[in-house]
């Protein structure tokens, strides 16, 4: 038996051991091995991949990631969001067929899009004709990862955060191998990097998809009509959307913003950015798929508890991991990654305020949906958005300070969504009414 099999043998014995005495826990556990391992993969292969790849391509697949990104947030009008909310699994699987047919329309409008806009992008903004050729196809990632993600929630509702995390690891190694092993065989440049991401996109949809059989298999005659699924459910699209616009807006200008002082330095963001999500995703990926689990059940006087009992524990685990990447950044990441990415560096050193301020306040995002507070996140996701998109626009500063204190103002408004967490909670323990109606 190779270390792997012995590896994979014994972390699945420990994992079954701990589930006797907690589910919950056996379940993060779970995907946080799932994760762990996905993130150590990426961070291997970034180690090959950015010596391959400029930054001057980083900047430009950045580019191509913002605007797919801005149109992911919201291809499924949320509705992929609602999977988890009905009693029924017959409802579900109607709700994620409601979702999946958005996310083609979605992804049909952003090829056409693109294509209608690409001699303004040429010439206003990224002056690459080979990005634009490659945003007319843009859909195609639209289409994957929203599905994916579409998947992903029916997963949670079934709790099998096994196939969770073993998608996890192949989407890690099918995208990164994939970029690697195009960019050696091209020599690098913007065609190979696009090339690895779209095949690694694609195969994991199509495992993802013959994995979850259930979902292909016909509704039932007294199935819900999609018309009263969608009616039932209106404040989706009509309020979480908006509110997923709105951070899918800051996201995106925040980007393109960076991108305007220089792509090049765009893609030393976007490297800095990708290094720094490991150890976030290693907490943040693993405990928000079980905690929105554990919400949409949670009874009432009990949501409080829930929300301190994780706040303890992901501050415990997160608070050593960033103080000690506060200070390693500036030198690991040109260490590692080579002397090309020094900016990268002190980037990541930058940017670690407002990171663990989201590893503490993203299991708590899916608070709003649950208790079907929108109004109140779409509230502060506005403020969220005109915050750092005001700085960066109007800062006196270089650019490297200006990130400096867009981190700082960013984890200062992460705090402000942390005490608005609390005081839904606290609000909910309190109340009478159904969360939600049965579907």
């Known amino acids: 038996m190779s270390f792997l099999s012995r590896l994979r043998a014994s972390t699945s014995m420990w994992i079954q051991e701990k589930s006797k005495r907690s589910p919950v826990l056996a379940s993060i556990l779970t995907l946080l091995t799932g994760t762990m391992i996905s993130q150590v993969v990426v961070f291997f292969f970034q180690i090959f991949i950015n010596r391959v790849y400029t930054d001057q391509d980083k900047g430009l697949l950045g580019?191509?990631?913002?605007?797919?990104?801005?149109?992911?947030?919201?291809?499924?009008?949320?509705?992929d969001l609602t999977i988890v909310l009905p009693k029924s699994d017959v409802a579900a699987r109607v709700l994620k067929k409601l979702a999946t047919r958005a996310i083609v329309v979605s992804a049909m409008l952003t090829s056409l899009a693109s294509i209608?806009?690409?001699?303004?992008?040429i010439e206003y903004?990224?002056?690459?004709?080979?990005?634009?050729?490659w945003l007319m196809i843009s859909g195609v990632t639209v289409f994957a990862i929203a599905e994916i993600t579409n998947i992903q929630y029916w997963l949670t509702r079934e709790a099998k955060f096994g196939v969770l995390a073993s998608n996890r690891v192949l989407q890690s190694v099918a995208t990164a191998g994939l970029q690697l092993l195009f960019g050696l065989l091209m020599h690098g440049g913007l065609s190979a990097l696009m090339i690895g991401t779209l095949s690694g996109q694609l195969i994991t949809l199509i495992v993802?998809?013959?994995?979850t059989p259930e979902l292909r298999e016909p509704l039932p005659e007294d199935a819900p009509r999609m018309r009263d699924l969608a009616r039932r459910y209106k404040d989706m699209p009509l309020l979480n959307g908006p509110n997923v616009l709105v951070d899918a807006i800051r996201n995106m200008g925040i980007n393109l913003l960076i991108g305007a002082y220089a792509i090049a330095a765009l893609g030393q963001f976007q490297v800095?950015?990708?290094i720094m999500q490991v150890p976030v995703a290693l907490v943040v990926g693993s405990i928000s798929q079980v905690f929105l689990k554990k919400l949409s059940t949670v009874e009432r006087g009990k949501m409080m508890p829930l929300l301190a009992y994780t706040l303890k524990r992901t501050a415990l685990v997160s608070a050593l991991v960033f103080g000690i990447l506060f200070f390693i950044t500036p030198w690991l990441i040109?260490?590692?990654?080579?002397?090309?990415?020094?900016l990268a560096g002190q980037f990541g050193q930058a940017l670690t305020p407002w990171l663990f301020m989201m590893?503490?306040?993203?299991?708590f995002s899916s608070i709003f949906v649950v208790t079907e507070n929108q109004k109140t996140m779409l509230i502060f996701a506005i403020f969220y958005a005109i915050v750092p998109l005001s700085w960066l626009v109007w800062s006196p500063l270089e650019l490297l300070?200006?990130?400096y204190v867009l981190a700082a103002l960013m984890a200062v408004m992460l705090s402000i969504m942390l005490v608005l967490s609390f005081w839904v909670a606290r609000k909910y323990d309190r109340g009478t009414e159904p969360v939600s109606e049965e579907a």
Do not use: M
């Open 63 to 79: 580019v191509y990631g913002t605007v797919t990104t801005f149109v992911i947030a919201v291809a499924a009008l949320r509705f």
């Open 116 to 121: 209608v806009l690409a001699n303004v992008l």
């Open 125 to 133: 903004y990224h002056h690459s004709v080979e990005l634009s050729r």
């Open 208 to 211: 993802l998809k013959f994995r």
């Open 272 to 274: 800095a950015w990708a």
């Open 334 to 342: 040109p260490f590692v990654f080579g002397p090309q990415w020094v």
């Open 359 to 363: 590893v503490l306040t993203s299991p």
């Open 401 to 403: 300070p200006t990130i």
